[in-house]
């Protein structure tokens, strides 16, 4: 039976240390697996060199870092799970009391006030979470997603924090608002509605 020289095993280990896998268990796993598949093609009569190329073309026939993509995913499956039960449950609560305090307001119904801030409070939570979020898989987007991603957040949190600052008589609520509408108006909104124009054009 053929056994590979330590110089071979190197190799293979240079090799899915190369194409970006970082975690020790994956690699010794990976390297595991592609030890016994070239070994077992190399005692058929391949050689090195076929038998290399055959085993990652059939282990890990999209790249290695798809299963460090997976890999990753399942570690931080419960992680991301709960960061999207605060984001969607912040995000409801925003829109609810931000909505319902306006109504309050118009009506000039007690308590208006409490809930609006209550509101831009919620707010400034989700806007903080899903920059975090975002900021993880920025590479996996293209330049005007993330420019469109960060006006949306930046804009949002300058209009909950002026509206909060507003309500409690600080100074530079005003600008905070108005830097925000800027960035919401004139940066935000049109990369929003040139990309869903993009898309229905990409239907057709």
Known sequence: MVQLSDKQVDNILQRIVADGVTNRDLQNGLLDHYCCFIEEEMNIGSTFDVAYIAAFNAITPNGIH?????????LTFKTQTNMKRIIYGSGFLAAFLISTGLMFKTVHWPFGNEILFGGFCALIIT???????????MKNHSAAYNIRTASGFISAFLISAG???????????????ITGMTILSFVFIPLLFWHMYKQAIAVK
């Open 66 to 74: 798809e299963i460090q993509e997976e890999l990753f995913f399942l």
């Open 127 to 137: 806007s903080v979470s899903l920059s975090v979020n975002a900021v993880k898989y």
């Open 163 to 177: 509206s909060l600052f507003k309500m409690l008589y600080y100074p530079g609520a005003n600008l905070q608002i």
